[in-house]
């Protein structure tokens, strides 16, 4: 059971150009998750989905993208990246149901650089 | 807007118990977290409590809540040196998005 991937590992990428984070869980979990993780920042929530076919804005939603067409992936995407995009990013699921607590299950991340 | 704070460094001895604190916003948050990050892993769900509890124990960890003061602490008995990483409290906001905490770096030494 692989649980949840992403792919790059790592990346370095020149400003202004386009990127796609791959996030792919087999869990079947209903909810997915991108955090960006910055030194002194902790993790903020960028973009989320609920479920397939709908995705909500987190805390720092500007510069990024996402898209739910099935249950298991659910790509981000950097239009136009910018050096302030330089972080660890980590892609998370969950079998959200309202009234439980409802674990995220966290992928290994992906280092991102932008010169 | 929501924030959630943590002191960013704690050093333990190994066999002396650790205490990490963490402050929160939201009081109306149904459920707080404990996640433990390794180095370079993604994060772990180590504990949560739910918000009418005060306490809750699990082997080692001992979690509080002091809803009034929107106080949460993670106490660690026996410290271990591979309980030696980065540890986040996190509350759930809404229904779907979780504010974290900064991060407060464990360090056990030998």
């Known amino acids: 059971i692989a649980g949840i991937t992403q792919a790059p590992t790592s990346q370095i990428l020149a400003a202004g150009r386009r990127m796609t984070l791959r996030c792919t869980q087999d869990m079947r979990h209903n909810a997915m998750y991108w955090y960006r993780q910055d030194l002194g920042l902790g993790l903020r929530l960028i973009h989320y989905s609920n479920t397939a076919g709908t995705t909500g804005k987190g805390e720092v939603p500007d510069g990024y993208s996402v898209s739910r067409a099935n249950t298991d992936d659910f790509p981000l995407t950097l239009a136009s990246a910018v050096p302030s995009q330089t972080s660890v990013y980590f892609c998370?699921?969950?079998?959200?149901?309202?009234?439980?607590?409802?674990?995220?299950?966290f992928g290994p991340g992906t280092r991102l650089t932008v010169l | 807007g929501e924030d959630v704070e943590q002191s960013l460094f704690l050093s333990v001895r190994e066999g002396d118990s650790s205490v990490i604190n963490c402050t929160y916003t939201?009081?109306?948050?149904?459920?707080l977290y404990w996640y433990k990050q390794e180095p370079g892993a993604g994060l772990q769900l180590l504990t949560y409590i739910f918000s009418n509890m005060d306490m809750k124990q699990d082997q080692r960890l001992t979690v509080l809540l002091n809803k009034k003061d929107k106080h949460l602490s993670l106490r660690i008995a026996d410290t271990q040196t591979g309980d030696s990483a980065i540890y986040f409290c996190?509350?759930?906001?809404?229904?779907?998005?979780?504010?974290f905490g900064t991060g407060t770096r464990l360090k056990v030494l030998a």
């Open positions: 996190a509350e759930r906001w809404g229904t779907y998005k979780y504010i």
């Open positions: 939201d009081s109306s948050s149904t459920y």
């Open positions: 998370a699921s969950s079998d959200h149901a309202p009234a439980s607590y409802n674990e995220q299950f």
